[in-house]
């Protein structure tokens, strides 16, 4: 058994450890970031599918399929009927073809903080 002594000694070490970790570094963990836009990321709604998968060309962008599956990686080319990704996430020497007629929604990062 832990007795009164040993017990407060263990709280006040633990307050006076979390005490220093918060004044360790303040600016990190109440710094404000600026956050500034992906230059060329957007959407166009009145566009097809194929035709806002090219505006990403050279970006990263999450594929979600019809069957609800997600593919991450880069856009390398986008045709009539097939997406083409490269470097998969987690598959880095791996590509992925991808029928357009399959694809729900695609996602990319639009904002990114500035450092």
């Known amino acids: 058994m832990i007795d009164k002594k040993q017990f407060t000694n263990r709280v006040l070490g633990l307050a ?59 856009v390398k080319d986008v045709g009539d009927h097939f997406l083409h990704l490269e470097k998969l996430d987690g598959r880095e020497y791996y590509d992925a073809l991808i029928r357009i007629e399959d694809i729900g929604a695609f996602d990319s990062r639009f904002r990114t903080p500035q450092r």
């Open 16 to 74: 006076v450890l979390t005490a220093a970790i918060m004044l360790v570094n303040p600016a990190q963990v109440f710094a404000k970031q600026n956050i500034v836009a992906v230059e060329g990321a957007s959407f166009t709604i009145n566009a097809s599918m194929s035709q806002n998968l090219m505006s990403f060309m050279g970006k990263k962008v999450h594929v979600t399929l019809d069957s609800g599956k997600v593919i991450s990686g880069t």
